[in-house]
Each structure stands twice: as structure tokens, then as C-alpha cells.
């Protein structure tokens, strides 16, 4: 059974199409991305699956109740001189089976004492996932949660995301190896429509297209690297890439603007 179903969705702001007629189908348990560039139309798609936003046509059907939602978005609201262990077990006192506050501190790897003004941009990220996920939710939206973390905390922050097994979970990003580090299936939106979607690892023809293959002294694009390289042998500093997610994402928003 889907987690998520969406149909023909549509929302204008005044006389700007911001989604344009969108279907999704997200299963139970996965974790599916929403890519685009700015003004595309996912944090608008985002927060009318969240109940934030009314919608002007479509279907939306989403199969966990709202106390089995969790939502970071992409600002933490001022708590001020609160600790991080009283915001946690705040917003725990509003579902009826959530974690044990002090395990979700431990888990995004907070200090419970640390008072919420004095953290790092990294740290409130982290405090934005414990309150996203203390309510143990079966669906969590997570709106650009790495932007502004260092190199270091992102890889942490994935490794606390992966371990949300029988998570459904709504990821929007502009990284792409955040994407393909994290989502089972992409959806690449431009100008509020889906223009492709699937496995991160063959979107857009990817798995099949051409490999690079370099070396000192030679570079040549070729659909048998193993081929050309035990004719020529001889092939010192030799590196073989296919298309990154990146280049196939670029290439799939120029050709669609
Ligand atoms: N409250 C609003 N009022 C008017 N127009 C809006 C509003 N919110 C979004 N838009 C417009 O709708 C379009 C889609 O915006 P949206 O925020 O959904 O894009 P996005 O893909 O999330 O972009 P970003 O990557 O920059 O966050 C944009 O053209 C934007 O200017």
C-alpha cells in the first residue's frame, strides 16, 4: 500500500502555476526525494502533503494520521532559553507513543543540557530531528535538512536518517549525492512538473550511458571500458566515470526549462 498517493495536484499563487498537475506514489518504508531548482515547486508540493497549504485541484492521500507525522522544516522556530531536553520533551508530551526523550538526545548526538541559543547551525539541525522524530512518526518530511552543515555532519546526519528503518520519509534537497545517498526513488521537478523519476542509479538513462575513461596521456567515452582498456594495457593514473546524478539532473533540467 502507498504511504503517499498523489494525483493531478495543483496550486497557483495568483497568475504563477507553482505545481502543475503532479502524481506521486511514495510506498511504505521508503525514502523518496523531490530535486528541482529554486522556484520549482517542491516546498510548495511539501507543505500541502503536510496539511500546510490548500491545494486548487488534485488528490492527495496520505495514509498515516497526523500524529504519525513528523515534520523538519527548513527553519527551527525560536525556543530561546529553553534546554535542548525541555524542547525534546515538549514536543514529546504531544503524541501518545513517543520515544523516550533522552534516547532521541543521544541518538542526533545533543548535549540534553545544552541551552538552544548557544548551539551551532549543525547542532539546531539536529535538535530540528529530534523534535521531527520524538514523536516516533511513520511519515517524517524533511525540507532541506543538511543545508549549512559541514562536510562531517551531513555524513552524521545521513547515518541518524538511514537508521530510521519503517520511516517513510519526504526528502527535499539540492544535493545530489544527499539524494542518492539516502532516497530509494527521485523525482526531478521543473516548473512544477515531474520530469523524471526513479532509482537514483538509472535515472535518466544513467546505468547505460557512455563511461569516460581516462589516463595519463588518453581520455575516451566509450560503452566498453573493460574492452578498451585491456587492448591499449598500458594506462597509468586510469580512472573510468560514468554521468553523476548530478550531470544527469543538470542535463534533465535544461533540456526541460
Ligand atoms: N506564498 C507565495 N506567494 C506567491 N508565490 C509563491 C509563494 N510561495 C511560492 N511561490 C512561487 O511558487 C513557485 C514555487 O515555489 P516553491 O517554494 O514551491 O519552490 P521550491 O522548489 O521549493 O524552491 P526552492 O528550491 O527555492 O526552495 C515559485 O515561483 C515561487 O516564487
Not at 523534535?131 to 551531513?154: K, Q, S, W, Y
Not at 528503518?165 to 521543473?190: C, G, N, S
Not at 571500458?225 to 546524478?245: A, H, K, N, Q, Y
Amino acid at each position: 500500500m502507498s504511504a503517499i498517493k498523489v494525483r493531478g495536484l495543483r496550486k497557483s499563487y495568483r497568475d504563477k502555476v507553482a505545481v502543475d498537475g503532479i502524481d506521486l506514489d511514495i510506498a511504505q518504508g521508503e525514502c523518496f526525494a523531490l530535486l528541482g531548482p529554486n522556484g520549482a515547486g517542491k516546498t510548495t508540493t511539501v507543505e500541502i502533503l503536510e496539511g500546510h497549504r490548500s491545494k486548487d485541484a488534485g488528490e492527495v492521500h496520505i495514509a498515516m494520521g497526523k500524529h504519525e507525522i513528523g515534520i523538519v522544516l527548513q527553519e527551527a522556530a525560536d525556543a530561546g532559553d529553553l534546554s535542548v531536553y525541555e524542547a525534546v520533551s515538549h514536543f514529546a508530551g504531544y503524541y501518545p507513543r513517543a520515544r523516550e526523550p533522552m534516547e532521541v538526545i543521544e541518538f542526533v548526538g545533543l548535549q540534553a543540557r545544552s541551552r538552544i541559543r548557544a548551539l551551532s547551525g549543525g547542532q539546531r539541525r539536529r535538535l530540528d530531528v529530534a523534535i521531527g522524530i520524538v514523536g516516533r512518526p511513520r511519515l517524517l518530511f524533511l525540507d532541506e535538512p543538511t543545508t549549512g552543515f559541514d562536510p562531517e555532519a551531513r555524513r552524521q546526519f545521513w547515518a541518524l536518517i538511514k537508521a530510521l528503518e519503517d520511516t517513510t520519509i519526504l526528502l527535499t534537497t539540492h544535493y545530489l549525492d544527499e539524494a542518492e545517498a539516502l532516497a530509494e526513488r527521485v523525482a526531478v521537478i521543473v516548473n512544477g512538473n515531474i520530469v523524471a523519476q526513479g532509482d537514483p542509479k538509472t535515472l535518466g538513462g544513467r546505468a547505460e550511458a557512455k563511461a569516460t575513461v581516462r589516463w595519463r596521456g588518453g581520455c575516451e567515452e566509450t560503452d566498453d571500458p573493460v574492452g578498451l582498456i585491456c587492448r591499449v594495457r598500458d594506462m597509468p593514473e586510469l580512472t573510468v566515470t560514468r554521468p553523476s546524478l548530478e550531470d544527469i539532473y543538470l542535463n534533465l533540467i535544461g533540456e526541460n526549462r
